[in-house]
């Protein structure tokens, strides 16, 4: 499974009426071409260097995002649609890692992806651990519905620095991102430390995307 994220910086005179065409036509995607699933929103007040619209999707493997990127759909709506709106667009691909579900019907609810960067100098036993970690927070915070922790193999014109891994979660409602998650005993205690530059297991880079935006569907569930 071929996954895609991209973060849509919008130009500042972007008329609202033609950023809502964009988000509409890229939520098409997977009816228009081999996509297996298409989200589009713009992203929450709590996102950090994210831009302003949240572009997702789901490809069965790289022919089928290859002929995506290709389609009439794709060339002829999708691309000049951002080309008038876009100042800028970072994007991501990977194949889709370990995933949690408990969730597959979720509709209507809340989609959060971190991208950070592991320092590359960093143990591969010690990468290998703070994977199994950060993929093991759903098994202590309820909140989160859906999860899958991806390495990512290309990144284009990124802000940032050279992204490693995403970290996507799904909620019901944007108050479990923030409330639960955020607050939870796991998180601080355990994860915490590896964004910690103080901390003896620092191994992440403190420029990271923080994102969330809203759900028609699971993305997750449907890949």
Known sequence: MIRTTAFVHLR??????????????????????????????????????????????????????????????????????????????????????????REPVLTDGIHRSLLIRVNPDTDPGLVERFERELAAMPDYIDAILNSSLSRIDMIRASLGPEYTHVWEQEFATLDGLTGPYMQHAYHWSVIDPWFDVQAPVHVVDPVLIHSSCELRHSILALA
Request: aromatic share 4%; proline share 7%.
């Open 12 to 101: 500042p005179d972007a008329p609202p009426a033609r950023v809502d065409e964009l988000m509409d036509a890229a939520s098409r995607t997977a009816e228009a071409t081999d996509a297996i699933a298409a989200e589009a929103s713009r992203v929450t007040n709590s996102a950090f260097r994210a831009g302003d619209v949240m572009l997702l999707g789901a490809f069965p493997d790289q022919p089928a995002l290859e002929r995506a990127l290709g389609s009439a759909h794709v060339t002829s709506v999708l691309r000049p649609l951002l080309d008038e709106v876009a100042d800028h667009v970072e994007a991501v691909r990977y194949a889709q890692g370990a995933t949690t579900i």
